[in-house]
C-alpha cells in the first residue's frame, strides 16, 4: 500500500497546491502507466484539468511524481 498525494498546478509559477491525500492506496510507484491512469480519475473525481495536476506516490522510502 502507498501514500497518494493529488496537487493541482496555479498560477504563472505553476505552484503546487495539495487537493487530497490518501493513506493506504493500491499504487505501485515503479508502474508509471498504472499512475498516470490512476493521476487522470483523481484529477477528473476532483473536476481539475489532468494537465495541470500533478501526483506524488510513496512506497516505503521511494517518492515519485507523476504529470502527463
Not at 492506496?25 to 502507466?33: S, V
Not at 487522470?40 to 484539468?49: C, E, N, P, V, Y
Request: charge should be positive; glycine fraction near 2%.
Amino acid at each position: 500500500m502507498s501514500k497518494v498525494e493529488l496537487f493541482e498546478l496555479r498560477g504563472s509559477r505553476a505552484r503546487p497546491v495539495k487537493i487530497k491525500s490518501f493513506d493506504n492506496m493500491a499504487a505501485d510507484p515503479r508502474d508509471a502507466d498504472e499512475c498516470r491512469d490512476l493521476l487522470r480519475r483523481l484529477a477528473k473525481q476532483h473536476s481539475i484539468d489532468p494537465y495541470s495536476a500533478e501526483l506524488f506516490v510513496w512506497e516505503g522510502r521511494k517518492k515519485e511524481y507523476f504529470r502527463l
